[in-house]
Structures are given as structure tokens and as C-alpha cells.
């Protein structure tokens, strides 16, 4: 699932090992999502979108709004 | 990649359960082929080192519980799926040329040990398509 949470991540000048620490996964599970490789459960995108205080949409891009050409 | 906590009793356990079947697997060997025992005691000392292996589905069972990690959990689901499905295929296709006398019929354990080889198939999977085994 496409994402901002490079971008995000970048903004704040933390390394992939620094936001895995803070959301308590695996540096490699940031790799993934990152990525897009891995689409994490509800919980855990919840969690990543409170860490940068925004709403999960502003971090995860919709796959059907994606597909509709809407964002 | 740094070993997570259940990572590192899952090692610990396999570790254990591995030297557990070589000390009983020797003991077996040793006791029930020079016929030293009787034969309720060979019955016992036969089943300590299936025992023993079927010890790392347990240990696996408890990484799957105790991982915290999802992203490395669903590696392990993806390989022991993998693992499984390459097992089963194998068995299934054997068992048939078995019938037939075609092949051989195997030790009823060989599928185990495929099975720990398969794991290793699904983590090269693993890693080709996201990258990272999991191993760690």
C-alpha cells in the first residue's frame, strides 16, 4: 500500500531503526512498510499515524481512491 | 538484525530440543541395538527422540504466540506454509509411486526432516520477495 511514511519519517530526521524503536517493531518491518512490501494491521497504522499526529489517511494512501485516480 | 526476545527463546528452544534428540537418539542406538533393555524400556527409549523433534513444533508454535513483531510473524506463516505445502506435495506424490513400486517406501520421519529443509525454501522466499528471511 502506497505510503508517506518515508517522507514523514525524513521530516522529523529519524533513521528506519529510530522509528522502529518508537513503534516497538522490527527496523525491517519499517523497511517493508515503507516500501510498500507489507500493508500493517489496523492497530499498527494507527499507531504509526499517532506517532506523526495525523489521521491514517494522511499516511496511507486508499487503494481504491488510489485506483479511481481520485488522489 | 537485532534478535527479538521471543527470537532468542525460540533459539534457546531449538537449541535444546536438537540436543535433546542427539543425547536420546544416541541412547536409543546404543541401548535397544545391543539389546541391553527390555522391551518396555526400549518402547520408551524409541519414543524419546520423536519426542524431542516434535519439541521444535511446540517451540515454533510459541514464537508464532509470542513474537510481537507482525511483520515477522507473517515471514514465519509464509514459510511454515511453504514449508508445508512443499512437504505435502512430496509425500502425496512418493506415497503414489510407493503404491505402484515405483519408488521405494521411505521412513515414516523423512517427511520431518523435509520439512525442516522446506523452512529453510521458504525463508530464500522470504527473502526474494520481501527481502528478509525473517531468520533473525
Known sequence: MENRLRVLRAEQGWSQQQLADKLEVSRQSVNAIETGKYDPSLPLAFRIAELFGLAIEQVFVSPSRRSSGAI | MSMSPARKRYTLRLAAAMAAFLATFALAEYGIDRKQIGAVAAAVLALLPGLCVTAVFWA?????????????????????????????????????????????????????????????????????????????
Not at chain 2, 505445502?85 to 509425500?91: E, K, L, Q
Not at chain 2, 506424490?93 to 525442516?116: D, M, S
Open chain 2, 60 to 136: 515454533l508454535g510459541r514464537y508464532l504466540v509470542e513474537e510481537k513483531d507482525e511483520f515477522r510473524r507473517m515471514l514465519l506463516v509464509r514459510e511454515i506454509l511453504i514449508s508445508t505445502g512443499i512437504t505435502m506435495t512430496v509425500v502425496t506424490i512418493w506415497g503414489f509411486l510407493a503404491e505402484y513400486r515405483i519408488v521405494p517406501y521411505g521412513h515414516a520421519f523423512y517427511p520431518i526432516w523435509l520439512f525442516f529443509f522446506a523452512q529453510g525454501i521458504g525463508g530464500i522466499v522470504n527473502r526474494l520477495t520481501y527481502g528478509d528471511s525473517g531468520a533473525c
